[in-house]
């Protein structure tokens, strides 16, 4: 809910009636173009009104009911000064769905997918967000106005979603598949993850539109808690001989793919969107010019990462994708796959371990060599060190070591304690 201004004179019917009767309205300012008035008249109860900037350096002022001047409100026929803000900041909302072309109430559906395409537009998480909302959000929310959400309602969601089953990749047209709900821990944290991951994005959506003067109240889902500790994933990475076993193993248009993951770190889709020309031998870099965050940043390599890059990019045009299939094709979303699971049958890794792994492996066999974790955080394209710390920060056990055999203060043994207290006699 839109938070409730306060205003001596207008608070109270009390201060109100120390105020001069004029044809003028007493102004509060409520938000950037909408004001709140109070007209005191000569006789009987004032009224409240409401001022709406249209633009143009113009207003229009609009009656809104009896103030509680003399009568006790109602919320409907008499109101008190925080129930006309309420009313006022409705009205406001009615007119932004008028000039929108909106005449019906707003559902969940228009706020979100308003939101998408405003994350399609401005943001590199559109995608995500659209199957998500697609899958989890519209189906069961979609229909329902906003203005009518409760907070039980969105709680009941929230929960239901983290016990559904996880959904299986199928064709478009098909039937949605289920996979099998395991009871175990981590199954159970992994599906609250995803579920605390949904419900940021219908927050994102509906705080956009509140913001927008699309909604009067925030308050059923600001009320609305996300699952707690879920976030610290058990981290799976390869060892340097399961490494060596997934690149042999790999299928030969895969294998280039597969190494390229583990020398740089990078992302699937920063690797399938790499041109030849952005490998460069005399730096020993790999520039990413399309990252999550939208932020390029380049890469460096080891001299065993960069003998690899320059030997699959010798003699190709600066242009030319860097990684294609066998048949010439560029890898897009979702093609690294079933070569990745093939992968790791064929090489013996169990558990599996999904193309993101050798990201986390990268990381991981960086962090435990002494990498520093800020050099490994800007090598992974991340802003600060949080992430690597929250992710790969156990992993660092000798750089820690050193730091508190350093640095932490020191007390002396039990003989030289006893020494001090012989002085000290």
């Known amino acids: 809910m839109a938070r409730s201004v306060r205003d001596a004179n207008l608070d109270t019917r009390t201060a109100r009636q120390r105020l001069l009767p004029r044809g003028k309205p007493y102004y509060r300012t409520l938000e950037p173009g909408l ?11 004032g009224k409240w009104v409401a001022r709406h900037y249209i633009g143009d350096k113009d207003y229009e002022v609009e009656t809104l009911a009896v103030a509680d001047d003399f009568s006790d409100p109602d919320g409907v026929a008499v109101l008190s000064f925080r129930q006309a803000q309420d009313l006022a900041r409705s009205r406001m909302v009615q007119r932004a769905h008028s000039a929108a072309g909106k005449t019906g109430p707003l559902t969940v559906r228009d706020a979100v997918n308003a939101y998408v395409d405003f994350l399609d537009a401005n943001r590199k998480t559109g995608v995500d967000a659209r199957k998500r909302a697609g899958a989890h959000i519209l189906p069961t929310l979609g229909d329902i106005e906003v203005e009518a959400l409760t907070t039980k309602q969105l709680e009941k969601w929230l929960a239901d979603m983290a016990k559904a089953a996880p959904r299986i990749r199928t064709k478009v047209g098909n039937e949605q598949r289920y996979g099998e709900m395991a009871i175990d821990d ?5 599906r609250r993850s995803s579920a605390n991951r949904t419900l940021t994005i219908l927050k994102g959506a509906l705080n956009r539109a509140w913001r927008g003067g699309g909604i009067s109240s925030d308050l059923a889902w600001r009320r609305v808690e996300p699952f707690e500790n879920v976030d610290a994933a058990r981290v799976r990475y390869l060892t340097i001989a399961e490494a060596k076993r997934l690149i042999n193993a790999a299928e030969p248009g895969f294998r280039a793919m597969v190494q390229a993951g583990l020398e740089t770190g990078a992302r699937y889709g920063e690797l399938c969107a790499l041109e030849v020309r952005d490998f460069n031998p005399d730096s020993g870099t790999v520039a990413i010019r399309t990252s999550k965050s939208g932020k390029p940043r380049h890469i460096v390599l080891t001299d065993d990462g960069a003998a690899f890059f320059a030997r699959h990019v010798a003699g190709r045009p600066g242009t030319e994708r860097m ?7 560029p890898w897009a979303a979702s093609h690294q796959l079933r070569p990745m699971a093939d992968a790791c049958a064929n090489g013996r890794i169990t558990p599996v371990i999904g193309f993101h792994g050798l990201r986390h492996t990268w990381a991981s066999l960086s962090v435990m060599a002494g990498v ?10 991340h802003a600060d060190t949080r992430m690597v710390e929250k992710h790969y920060g156990h992993l660092a056990p000798s750089y820690v070591a050193d730091a508190i055999r350093a640095g932490a203060p020191r007390f002396g043994g039990a003989a030289d304690n006893v020494e001090l207290m012989q002085i000290a006699k």
Not at 35 to 45: C, E, S
Not at 186 to 190: G, H, N
Not at 323 to 329: A, D, I, L, P, T
Request: net charge positive; glycine share 12%; proline share 6%.
């Open 186 to 190: 981590e199954t159970k944290r992994k």
């Open 372 to 381: 520093p974790l800020m050099v490994v955080s800007r090598n992974l394209g």
């Open 323 to 329: 990684f294609v299939k066998s048949n010439g094709e």
């Open 35 to 45: 004001h709140l008035g109070y007209r005191r008249p000569l006789k009987g109860a």
